[in-house]
């Protein structure tokens, strides 16, 4: 006999199997759209870490372009974008030529072909006054970003992932036309203006901030290992020149500074500033066996020819008044220069010096007969441009306690022009005058002009002429000068370590201190017996440069110059402090 089942009990079993139905479905659901989320979030995160490589690439490029491109100019530079997707950076691009925008050039940066989630190259367009052709000189952390992303300004570089063809776009045939691929502002490559909300472009911007915040730790590193190397050379670093507004500071090292601007000149610095003008110096003349010169003699005296040997040397014997020494061990005040005098040829001529120097009067008694004195007067002007061409290392005399380094000129290459304006590479006039010390016995003088010409031999020496940290000479950087960044740099040593100084600022009490400023709640911290910091300042944040006093350049314990047991500090980069510091060592 079979039974029938309650009509209660089987309306139970079909809800029980309807909520199963039901919770299958919506699991079914919130798991598909999980996933669904999970995909979104992979694809965009494909993309974002294809961004972030492309920025880390430009990024490295640009610190790294005075050893991959040219040395000549410092860091900072960015490539012209790949106008054929190739991923070749053109040669040359421009705002007026639509040409700062175009595809990321990869193989130039040396990285992988970078996509986005969707298969396409990525898209990149940069500041012009940072392209690396043409160059605009100078370029450092005063250089503002010239594009736009919505509401942030001061942007150098902005890369776009253009994501999936959207309607009324046609990739097929237009691999170049950005507006096939990228959307809004994106699109408009004759302006400035970018955005991150345009489309489905995905954006990401390189700032100022973060591109020299990278470039800083560069230039400070550079000047602190050029500043060892100068120490282990010469037993003391450089003596610097005194802080001033910078465009207008001579950078010329004075004896005694211990903090200031690097006294530092280049001879091939496209953008000349105080340094590379003509300075003051000591300087010490003299030359011999020259031959086949131009020689023009003006004489009073017909009955005296001016010696031959007072010609062809500085020291010579005149038949009257016997020996007569130009002499070199006395110096006298100069005009200088180093230069290039042709700047196209490399390497630079960056031993080349041009000088003008008058000697002061020699005077020389002669007897004319017992108890009748004569007198001579001889004075020397020189006028030369010159290379050093002996190149032997003993050029150099090093940094004392109350001297500054000093270089000589040994030149046996007298017959070259001056390659940057035909100037004789040596003109010497002599003015002498000789009379007799009583009345009766008439006065001559004599000029003799002396000039090189093709066919001139000889050897000169110049000596004891102010040498200044070479940025040719590779004892700084060249782009140093170049980008100007030397007027962005201050350094404070201790004297202990200043030429003479003995090298010890335990002993001498005058180490400097490094304050670190380290996240809350850790704090600051104070590291004492420093030698010596080198300071790069960021860009201004909101003081009007040039300045004349450090605070518009440097921050907290750094913007003020003060001399021995000095603090520093470093910190984290923020909307109040950007300054770079390096230290020089501590003190054993």
Request: charged share 20%; proline share 7%; net charge negative.
């Amino acid at each position: 006999m079979s039974r029938t089942q309650p009509r209660g009990r089987q309306r139970g079993v079909a809800l029980i199997a309807f909520v199963l139905v039901v919770l299958t479905a919506v699991s079914y659901l919130l798991f598909s759209g999980l996933n669904r989320k999970a995909a979104s979030y992979s694809l965009q995160e494909e993309t974002w870490q294809a961004l972030r490589e492309a920025r880390e690439a430009l990024m490295g490029y640009a610190v790294a372009y005075p050893d991959r491109i040219n040395p000549r100019y410092g860091p900072g530079y960015l490539p012209c974008p790949d106008d054929d997707n190739d991923g070749t950076a053109r040669t040359a691009c421009a705002l007026a030529t639509a040409s700062t925008t175009g595809r990321l050039p990869w193989r130039t940066l040396d990285v992988n072909d970078l996509r986005d989630a969707s298969g396409e190259r990525l898209w990149y367009a940069l500041s012009e006054n940072f392209r690396n052709n043409p160059h605009l000189q100078p370029l450092n952390s005063d250089t503002a970003g010239q594009l736009t992303v919505d509401d942030a300004d001061d942007v150098v570089a902005v890369i776009i992932a253009p994501g999936p063809v959207l309607p009324g776009q046609n990739r097929a045939v237009a691999t170049t036309d950005p507006a096939q691929y990228l959307d809004g502002d994106n699109a408009t490559v004759t302006d400035t203006t970018y955005s991150a909300r345009a489309g489905n472009d995905t954006v990401l911007a390189i700032t100022r901030g973060e591109l020299m915040g990278a470039i800083e730790k560069r230039v400070a590193g550079d000047v602190a290992r050029g500043l060892q190397r100068y120490y282990a050379a010469f037993g003391g670093y450089p003596w610097l020149s005194p802080f001033q507004r910078p465009d207008l500071a001579d950078f010329h090292a004075r004896t005694g500074m211990t903090s200031g601007l690097l006294a530092v000149h280049s001879a091939i610095d496209p953008n000349p500033g105080a340094n590379e003008n003509p300075f003051v110096t000591p300087l010490s003349f003299n030359w011999t066996g020259l031959g086949n010169a131009a020689v023009s003699i003006t004489d009073s005296d017909p009955n005296n020819d001016f010696p031959l040997g007072c010609i062809t040397d500085g020291s010579c014997v005149d038949p009257d008044f016997g020996a007569i020494s130009l002499v070199t061990s006395t110096a006298v005040p100069a005009s200088c220069q180093w230069f290039d005098p042709d700047p196209e040829n490399s390497p630079p001529a960056r031993n080349y010096a041009r000088c003008t120097a008058t000697f002061p009067t020699l005077l020389y008694i002669k007897q004319y007969a017992p108890g009748l004195p004569g007198r001579l007067e001889r004075t020397y002007q020189v006028t030369f441009s010159l290379a050093d061409t002996s190149l032997d290392g003993a050029d150099i005399t090093p940094p004392t306690a109350t001297t500054l380094r000093t270089r000589a000129i040994q030149s046996s290459n007298l017959a070259d022009p001056d390659p940057l304006d035909d100037a004789q590479a040596l003109q010497i006039t002599i003015f002498q005058r000789h009379y007799a010390l009583f009345a009766g016995y008439p006065e001559y003088t004599i000029n003799v002009q002396i000039t090189a010409d093709g066919d001139t031999v000889g050897n000169v020496v110049a000596s004891g002429i102010n040498y200044d940290l070479d940025a040719d000479a590779g004892e700084v950087p060249p782009w140093l000068t170049s980008g100007d960044w030397h007027q962005l740099v201050y350094v404070d040593y201790a004297a202990a370590y200043a030429p003479g100084g003995g090298g010890n600022c335990i002993a001498a009490a005058n180490c400097l201190t490094l304050r670190v400023e380290r996240p809350l709640p850790a704090g600051a911290v104070d590291i004492a017996n420093q030698r010596g910091v080198v300071l790069v300042a960021g860009r201004s944040l909101g003081a009007a440069r040039p300045a004349a006093d450090l605070a518009g350049y440097y921050e907290n314990e750094n913007d003020n110059d003060v001399s021995a047991n000095a603090t520093y500090q470093r910190a984290a980069h923020d909307l109040t402090f950007n300054d770079e510091v390096r230290t020089l060592g501590t003190a054993p």
